[in-house]
């Protein structure tokens, strides 16, 4: 591997070299890879009119549901009939059968039977139990308008850095009429995984946890279809000419001695378009970007055993010493001190 000779400051990355050209990187599976998803925990909800479910935000529930995990994600499925959903303080949605609605600021919601409806939630639900899951419950009121909704709570990383948190809204609503190919296969998925995970049968937990992926990467590659034109952000950079090209290279060669002009080079402008084009799309420079990504890989070798000297060099850091300046800077802590505090996450 490739070293560098350390930065002249936590933020500029001086060039050792020219980068290889053709480089390219599937710059959100590679996020994913990074900021450990996993799962899953599900609910299996038979609901008749009228009903009211409110749930806590994420943080309060995430060391019962999700162990370890530092952000906790929820999303339902409307498996058959149909109801409204919104994060507290936006308007509600109307959800179809096939909808799936996501809040991955980990916001407090809800689902109902009607708009305009809250509740209490109850805590009690999120005991992790003893018994296979998924849950099933039986609620409301005995109305003649019943509705099915499986929930799914999934775990990742946000610190050091999660690009893809950041860039999403606080609810994302995927209609199932619109894509029903896609929407069907997401239906599948929770079919397969609600029935997986009340056996006893080998690998079932491995099972549930690749689904839950399967589909929140599905329903992310579907809100970013979504995006207009004119949106910014990490998630718009990824389809935008030159950031996305900006942001495969830095994603595909992470140890690379990268500089603005030869970043430019490789994705073909100048280096004041590329500053400033990545700047308004993804909201901060290109050498910032990739020091923040070369902290969250750090951070995973780090968590796996990893000595400090290996975890530096491995992220193109010639000089140890200027890594855990770069690292305490950003995460307030040494690197060995980060590593035993974050241990069990």
Request: charged fraction near 20%; glycine fraction near 8%; proline fraction near 7%.
């Amino acid at each position: 591997m490739r070293k560098q000779h350390a930065p002249a400051s936590e933020w500029d990355v001086q060039a050792s070299g020219a980068p290889r050209a053709g480089m390219s990187a599937d710059v959100l599976s590679d996020v994913l890879r990074s900021v450990r998803l996993t799962g899953a925990v599900y609910f299996d909800f038979e609901l008749s009119s009228p009903w009211v479910a409110e749930a806590p935000p994420s943080r309060e529930i995430a060391a019962t549901v999700m162990p370890g995990a530092q952000r906790v994600i929820e999303y339902h499925l409307i498996a058959r009939g149909s109801c409204w959903g919104h994060a507290v303080g936006e308007p509600p949605i109307h959800l179809a059968e096939g909808d799936l609605i996501v809040f991955p600021q980990g916001d407090s919601h809800v689902l109902s039977s009607a708009p305009g409806m809250r509740a209490t939630p109850d805590m009690s639900m999120y005991v992790r139990p003893t018994t296979p899951l998924p849950l099933v419950y039986e609620r409301g009121g005995g109305g003649s308008d019943r509705t099915r909704i499986v929930c799914c709570f999934l775990g990742c990383d946000e610190r050091p850095f999660n690009p893809l948190l950041k860039a999403l809204p606080r609810t994302i609503h995927l209609s199932g009429t619109s894509h029903e190919a896609a929407s069907g296969w997401l239906s599948a998925l929770l079919n397969i995984a609600v029935r997986e995970s009340g056996t006893a049968r080998a690998g079932r937990d491995n099972i549930l946890a690749r689904m839950s992926e399967l589909m929140f990467v599905e329903a992310i590659r579907r809100h970013v279809e979504t995006l207009p034109p004119s949106q910014t952000g990490w998630l718009a950079g990824l389809r935008d000419t030159v950031v996305g090209q900006a942001l495969a290279a830095l994603h595909g060669e992470p140890t690379t001695a990268w500089t603005v002009e030869s970043l430019a080079r490789v994705v073909g402008v100048s280096r004041s378009v590329l500053a400033d084009r990545f700047a308004e799309m993804v909201g901060q420079p290109p050498m910032q970007y990739l020091t923040l990504w070369r902290m969250q890989l750090a951070s995973r070798l780090l968590l796996e055993g990893r000595p400090v000297a290996e975890a530096s060099s491995a992220v193109g850091y010639e000089s140890e010493a200027a890594f855990s300046r770069a690292f305490k800077k950003l995460l307030g802590e040494a690197p060995g001190t980060w590593r035993r505090s974050n241990k069990t996450a």
